[in-house]
């Protein structure tokens, strides 16, 4: 198979490993605010120096959510789809670097305008609450330069098929045209609740804003911005984990079509976000709840693959049983141990998932902290232990440096760190949103409420798995560090595995992206047009803007 051969260029390196440095700065920046706001909602701390709880509460979850998130996302499907297709040419670099520039800027003006305390409106910037122009500016510029790398990731794609033809396309490539066709139809909600409600309405061009469309446009972008965290996570278990472990991908088929699922039914289940919301008729819910659980099933074929992957493996190495086959994997090598760590996270977070997507259960959950601790477990555990596994050997592939010894106990370490931490803290949030306890709030006694009286302990508890892993983020900075700069110089192999013998070869169909694009498009409109109709004809009187912070 001759995908995987080929070595990144020194220029290709360099905008991949840009992104990258983005990337690492906000993980300590979002993870020193995470471990600020634990320890004020513990109660025991009070922040210094006049800074909000609110202001860092929406640093937290724009520079992790969507600024750590979309810069290592698209670094290494870059580094992916350059590695598998033969590379990008000048146009395509250059093009990668404009859209680099655009993202830099854009989130400096949003940062900017956070740390002046002029958008302290949290990570969904829900309306009534009003942030300054620049900050809505520097959220457009984000999204348009992500739009650059996704036209430059379909033009390389075309490429690799126009000189190719009748060849099988590069697994990795494939998986990130779906990651960023996915993204580039699901962020058109947000583009344009930003570009032509907030924009406007916060230069003061209209007065006031319609709430139940700007919270209905942000989800229908919310809940595929979840898939475009996990896909490259689910790029990296089927294509990478496998030569970790010195297997083989199960089925390359099985691995296209459950992106194809995840691109068709990913996006029009935004309501399931607004289940409370009063201005949605109830049947367009009930609709979209159903089509939320149909993605249970690309999890599931997900799960299937990976764990028959690791059994083939056991097997080939003398495992015998149903469980032998973990006595025979690379528990020690943090490359394997930290995405294994996250797939097994994703169980209890996947269930949380239908928890909170279910009308009746959501009725209890819904804007409790319960909602935190569950995407603390799906994004911050199963996805970031899955991208610090891929950057141990990513970034040294990349700067031309090794993966040590010492290195990877210490990448051991922070996984444990991180696990620790993450398991006390999302387990604290999860028993303290079934106890009533809401999400979004700073410390509070609520004047003395007796109910309030049982979340004390639990607080605590999230404020000692917040130090924990606080830690555990200063020490994937110092590998990050060490293996940027410092490791010794050499040549990390940038792990591709093949395709097993036994599986079959992809449909034709699969390619065939106007009907993909097509049914994607047809499910949202079926899903979207009439409440969306409905949601301007039926508006309420619309909101001025607050600044409360």
């Not at 009534?128 to 739009?147: C, E, S």
């Amino acid at each position: 198979m001759a995908q995987g051969v080929r070595s990144l260029s020194k220029k290709e390196s360099r905008l991949v490993m840009s992104h990258m440095y983005v990337a690492f700065i906000s993980l300590f920046i979002g993870a020193t605010c995470g471990l600020l706001q634990t320890l004020e909602r513990s109660g025991h701390f009070q922040l210094p120096a006049g800074i909000g709880y609110y202001q860092i509460l929406t640093i937290h979850g724009v520079i992790l959510g969507l600024v750590l998130t979309t810069f290592f996302i698209i670094g290494f499907m870059l580094s992916a789809q350059s590695k598998t297709t033969g590379g990008y040419n000048k146009t395509e670099r250059t093009l990668g670097w404009i859209a680099f520039w655009l993202m830099v800027s854009g989130t400096i003006m949003a940062a900017t305008m956070i740390l002046l305390n002029e958008a302290s409106v949290l990570y969904t910037f829900y309306a009534p609450l009003q942030a300054h122009v620049i900050f809505y500016i520097g959220l457009a510029l984000v999204i348009i330069g992500t739009w650059i790398d996704g036209f430059v990731i379909f033009k390389r794609h075309a490429r690799f098929r126009k000189e190719n033809p009748g060849e099988k396309t590069p697994l990795l490539s494939y998986m990130a045209v779906i990651t960023m066709l996915m993204w580039q139809i699901a962020s058109l909600g947000v583009a344009i609740s930003v570009i032509f409600q907030m924009i406007p309405w916060a230069l003061g061009w209209t007065e006031t804003v319609n709430v139940l469309l700007s919270r209905t446009l942000f989800w229908y972008f919310g809940h595929p911005l979840v898939y475009f965290w996990l896909l490259p996570a689910y790029m990296i278990w089927y294509a990478i984990i496998p030569k970790i472990i010195g297997g083989k991908i199960f089925s390359d088929s099985l691995a296209r079509f459950t992106f194809i699922l995840l691109l068709l039914f990913s996006i029009p289940v935004g309501f399931h976000h607004q289940l409370t919301e009063p201005g949605i008729d109830p049947f367009w819910k009930f609709i979209q709840v159903i089509l939320t659980m149909i993605v249970v099933i690309p999890s599931m074929m997900t799960a299937f693959s990976m764990f028959a992957t690791f059994e083939a493996r056991g097997r080939e190495l003398g495992a015998k049983g149903m469980f032998g086959w973990l006595k025979k994997m690379p528990w020690g090598d943090a490359r394997f141990l930290a995405p294994f760590i996250g797939m097994l996270f994703f169980i209890p977070g996947g269930a949380g998932g239908i928890v909170n997507a279910s009308n009746q259960m959501n009725q209890v959950v819904h804007n409790t902290i319960w909602v935190t601790g569950h995407f603390h477990l799906t994004v911050a555990t199963t996805v970031m232990l899955t991208f610090f596994g891929a950057a141990y050997w990513l970034v040294p592939s990349l700067t031309g440096r090794t993966y040590t010894k010492s290195i990877n106990k210490l990448a051991v370490t922070q996984t444990i760190l991180w696990t620790v931490g993450m398991t006390i803290m999302s387990t604290a949030m999860h028993i303290q949103g079934l106890l009533g306890g809401p999400r979004r709030s700073a410390f509070s006694t609520y004047a003395g409420n007796e109910d309030t009286a049982a979340w004390g302990a639990y607080q605590i508890a999230q404020a000692v798995g917040g130090s924990i892993l606080f830690l555990g983020m200063i020490v994937m900075i110092i590998i990050f560090i060490n293996l940027a700069f410092f490791a010794p110089k050499g040549e990390e192999e940038y792990p591709i595995a093949e395709v097993s013998d036994k599986a079959i070869a992809p449909p034709k169909v699969f390619e065939n992206w106007k009907l993909w694009t097509a049914v994607t498009l047809a499910l949202v409109l079926f899903a979207y047009t009439i409440p969306l109709i409905d949601i301007i004809q039926s508006a309420p009187p619309g909101a001025k803007g607050f600044k409360l912070w």
